[in-house]
């Protein structure tokens, strides 16, 4: 028998098989079978471990603890099938831990214990289901008073920003200054602390991102990150050629600049472009003191509308006429 009449041979038993009623019905009672062991499960009676996040009140900025506190209880609860099934698929709800009478004097111990909270944790659950064991049965540590001081807060930072953007206001933190904790010999160490170095690209329009502090060993911060402010717009540079006005010249005297004009090129905000004109921007000479044989270019400008200013030429010459 050649190859290909192998094949089809082969093709042709298989494909009687897949139609054949047997396949059929015995595929129809695996299924059956599977729907009955899994209500059949739902329906028995077994025990899961759930998972329970733990929050603490009532703890005073300045106490620390020797051991961290845990952040969760491990409970095993009894139950039907179905329900345990139910529980895993909702998250449970935090347990609240209030230990507001708990630190009366500077040191002690703290001491909770899981059967304070099981009815809390039994509020979470149907009435059929009973907690066979919570872990940690007891939670127990050292606790102490710190002394605190109030620092200020010093940014480690680059900021740039794209092409014809530039910063107006900021970078500016909140807060600027922090509580910190520690033992009182290496609170009087410390003068400011500092946050961890970041780099800001391509920095547009208003910036709004937080900033983590730098950790000092065996010191605690009232919160671990400060928000960061900072406003970019974007700038064009416009020119004009003005005239220069004279100040404090005696009214018996002229005093004439060569030359009397000069260009002033600035850097000025794309959407303030059109505000700026001859009145915006003042250039002026006093009138010289001394011996001195030229005099400086001064401007007066609008800070919020133009970022930066340059003059050409910064000095002229002059006579004095009378």
Request: with cysteine; charged share 25%.
């Amino acid at each position: 028998m050649s190859k290909k009449n192998i094949f089809f041979s082969w093709l042709h038993n298989i494909t009687e098989w897949l139609l054949s009623p047997s396949l059929w019905t015995f595929l129809m009672f695996l299924v059956l079978a599977a729907i009955i062991w899994y209500g059949h499960a739902l329906n028995t009676v077994r025990e899961r471990q759930l998972i329970v996040p733990i929050t603490y009140i009532g703890i005073p900025e300045n106490v620390s603890t020797e051991d961290p506190l845990p952040d969760k209880f491990y409970i095993t609860v009894r139950d039907q099938g179905k329900r345990l099934r139910a529980y895993r698929q909702n998250a449970m709800v935090a347990v609240s831990i209030d230990l507001t009478q708990q630190f009366r004097a500077d040191k002690g111990t703290l001491h909770i214990n899981a059967e304070q909270v099981k009815q809390k944790l039994s509020d979470q659950l149907q009435g059929t289901a009973k907690i066979q064991h919570i872990a940690p049965e007891v939670i127990q540590t050292t606790y102490y008073h710190q002394a605190q001081k109030k620092v200020k807060i010093k940014t480690d930072l680059d900021i740039e920003t794209i092409s014809q953007y530039k910063i107006v206001d900021g970078p500016t933190i909140t807060p600027r200054n922090l509580m910190i904790y520690g033992k009182k010999e290496q609170l009087d160490t410390i003068s400011q602390i500092t946050t961890q170095y970041k780099k800001l690209t391509n920095v547009r329009d208003t910036l709004i991102t937080k900033l983590c502090l730098q950790p000092i060993e065996n010191v605690r911060f009232a919160q671990d990150s400060v928000d960061l402010f900072v406003v970019a717009e974007q700038f064009t540079e416009k020119r004009l050629v003005m005239p220069i006005q004279t100040k404090g010249v005696p009214r018996s005297e002229n005093l004439r600049l060569f030359p009397a004009t000069v260009e002033v090129v600035m850097q000025v905000k794309v959407n303030k472009f059109a505000q700026v004109t001859d009145e915006t921007v003042s250039v002026y000479c006093n009138y010289p003191k001394g011996n001195a044989s030229t005099l400086p270019v001064e401007v007066k400008y609008d800070k919020s509308i133009i970022n930066s200013i340059r003059i050409k030429p910064d000095e002229v010459e002059f006579i004095i006429e009378k």
